[in-house]
């Protein structure tokens, strides 16, 4: 495997699409606990209370769900450098466009299953407004404390036709490693984790059993500890939102989990990560067999079987 | 300041000197939970259960307390040849020596304050025994589970004549970033927060008060979660370990802690820092004043008296 | 000491007085996540989730702070009866009066202190309105996912002229049980914690050093995790609300605690007991001395000296 | 319902039989964190940390395992008069015996399922001898940090042949009262939840799929926080311990759960009630139909199957 080159600095934001665009809403901002920061067309801009950036979820109405594009920044203008030219060697670059609200110059790319992104490097610090300013300093924006508040977006996983092209994809031209991986009997790899520097992962491709192209699994939210997820879950049913699986711990990535499918039918993790990070700048991929799948998730729940069936938009 | 090169991939260990090796052993591992791995003359190798490479502590019998010496793995083979270039440069460097347990071709070196340190590549990955072998196999150990039990080393805060020198090496030399530090009214810098890569700050150093050098104010464990540092404290108070102050919030860099002393006299801290990481490639240095310290930590606890006066070794 | 009768059932709500309403009325609903329940005269009436009376805090619109009254729930009408006989024996009775909204014929009646205090057995159970109503139906209320959001009232601590008067009171006249207080060098109790069934303690009184009568150290609300108490020290900081110590926990009844200031001057505890009950029908007291209390609270916070100055109202 | 009598202040302990003595003593020790405190013929006897009495499992080698008693402690010398002349009224006395170690006269008895019972006034307190003396004197024993440490034996669930009919005998015999039960489409009661003060269930009895009698369905430890059970869970899957179901949450009782079996076969809970306590004397019973249980757990965790088929000891 190439070499972690930190490159990439983060997960910048998403743009997830809804047909459902006041329910969804709703739930991001009342139940997630984000921050509406401006609106631009059927768009509206949402932030956590610990983005530095302007926002890290565009909401976007549409005919249906899904997730349209993701936004990656670079580590400093050389390395997006770096990045454009890798991605246009390997031929999948778009071009140049004008960033989003906050961001400067944007390049636009897709990766072999056709999902798009958007590199970049500028970025303007968010000030918080007089009433979100918060009171330790070293915080972009005052706890929201609205139901439970998410800290960040942590990662995303997407469903791909060949999972494992758009993960040596993300090593080869982001500069990314995979961390854990799952491969089947017949030696397929079915799914990888890549992550870009000391968080375990960022990025996740997940065969899809539709063979469909640029669909998505589910994007994630960090909480800051467990009993922010156990809350979240009462929450949920008290207000109706659908509870997919959990509480629990992955085996994969030891991941504190919960999903839920937003009301536009995209899936959402809460997840929290305890303290685990990676720090071996030599870390051998970790792969899981079918067998040790098959002994379910860290402390025994079956994985469910609409993991394996529900991603958005919907296929035919 | 010079970019986050993440050239240091992250701290790897320590080496603590204790007059009372035996009562310190017994503090480390049946109170913090690490595992022995391995002796040498005077010395006990010490790990936490997600290390993955031999040791994270070097706990060796001594005249006096205070710390030794401090390992920092470099990302790559590149990687610690520019780190060594940069520290020679500097006219810092000691030179080459042979490597600890599990440890490759180690370059020696000094701060400005003369603290030593050592930066390497190769490093065996640790492969437990049987009884030792964690359920999950993207783990390193199996978890101890004796008392409380640390993740991982998290940081050093090392005391120097001179702080801001010292940060401004790891910045030039080391390729670190200071995420955070403490500006006194007539503008002397009296501690800076240093990091490699996404963890919020990896070593750090506080001006001593008694304009001693290589001191050390406290070694940083890690744990999973905030109640596993409740814990902590009511064993403290049940086996008679010295409790400074805490559990509580730090302002700066937000994290939860509670410090300690161990037998030998070395203030060890355990922290969690809930899932806070800094992932901002052009972070703007957080700058707190004496008026704002004097507001106390995050929850309003005052900072402790002996917080300025206690160090190690002691100084007649 | 009299045998614990179990004829209180349980603390039911209290009276407290604020010069400012509207700001402690948010302090209330928006803050600890209290939920409006009907309005009379000055006074709000307010709820927390788990209650499954009508009520347990009356916010009343004063010219000072303090607290009016306390109500008591008796276990039968029969319980009721004999409290009623008791205290009138002890001359402490009032007699009866209409109850408040959800509440049948009610006692009144005055501790040696002066405090005023109502008994009453017949409660209107809490319907809750079809927007609140829980997904689960042995709950009260749905959560109102608020900030953080308070469990129940938790407990009373008074303030006496001579706190073992008034424990022996409700010994005697309540039939409830000392489980521990505070012994000065001279002998004096200083402080007495009474509880009536399973709860560790229900109300508390403590020597006032004013001398004065029928004040307010603090009332409680307990919360259902510490990880709830670490969060509301934080949203108190980003909305100016004045935290007094903690969190920390208490050596005294072993509660993790966060004391805080409601805007109309009256001291509010957050509290967790964590798991701990007295179950011990012959339980006997534990009286910790000075010097005992000299070490501070369970790990060792000093107990700030506001504690032992600052009531409700103020004295001249 | 009888009115709650509050004569049965709390489960004492419960005897447990094993047939493999030594690995089930292992369990208790090693894993749940129980001190050992005396031996008698085939029996262990054990302690959580805040048991003020002798003990509260005996552990007993046998050919099989289940439970052959359980020690209930009244609240007076009066009360176990009153609750021994109901019980030999109901025709279920057995008679006087002497007591088990620190344990007084007692009254031996059975349920109408024929499970066995003992009922005491006079236990002694236990004195913790000086390596297990608590730092704060209000808690029985050090907390002895062995993986994690439950607090206390929190309740035992039976199966029945007619689990409303046993629930009706702890209510008119005990003066317990049930809070919660689930009756089947048929008009059946399946399982009744009964409770003797403010815990909300002590005893529970769950109708037996195989008709038999004085079967075991689980006994429960309570621990302080959620944190300890998912803590528990890590440990379990590292060292073996066989994982049935959660953690998650009851819908009834609203519990936090993990069961477990120990290696004689029994089943185990490890529970964590939050703050739950019943206030309400005069609590309607909340019944819980087919339908209802068919959601799952709180947060929609199906019930798994063996919860329906496992019970101690194996029926042939």
Known sequence: MPPLLHDIAHLGHVELLTPKPDESLRFFTDYLGLTENGRSGDSVYLRTWDDYEHHSLKLTASTTSGIRRTGLRASSAEALARRVEAVEK??????????EPGIGPTYLFRDPDGHEYELYWESERYRPPAELRPALKNQAQAYPARAFSVRRLDHVNYLAANAEANGSFACECLGG???????LNDGTISAQWVHFAQKSYD?????????????LHHIAFATDTRE????A???AVDRGVFIETGPHKHAIQQTFFLYLYEPGGNRIELCNPMSRLIFAPDWETVTWSEAERAKGQAWGLKTISSFHTHGTPPVR
Chains 1, 2, 3, 4 share one sequence.
Do not use: H, K, P, Y
């Open 177 to 183: 490693r995979v961390t854990e991986q799952i491969m």
């Open 90 to 99: 390997a031929g999948l670059g778009v071009g140049w466009i004008d960033g």
């Open 233 to 235: 879950a009462d929450i």
């Open 228 to 231: 922010d997820i156990l809350r």
């Open 203 to 215: 990025l996740v491709w997940t065969n899809d059993w539709t063979s469909s192209s640029g669909r």
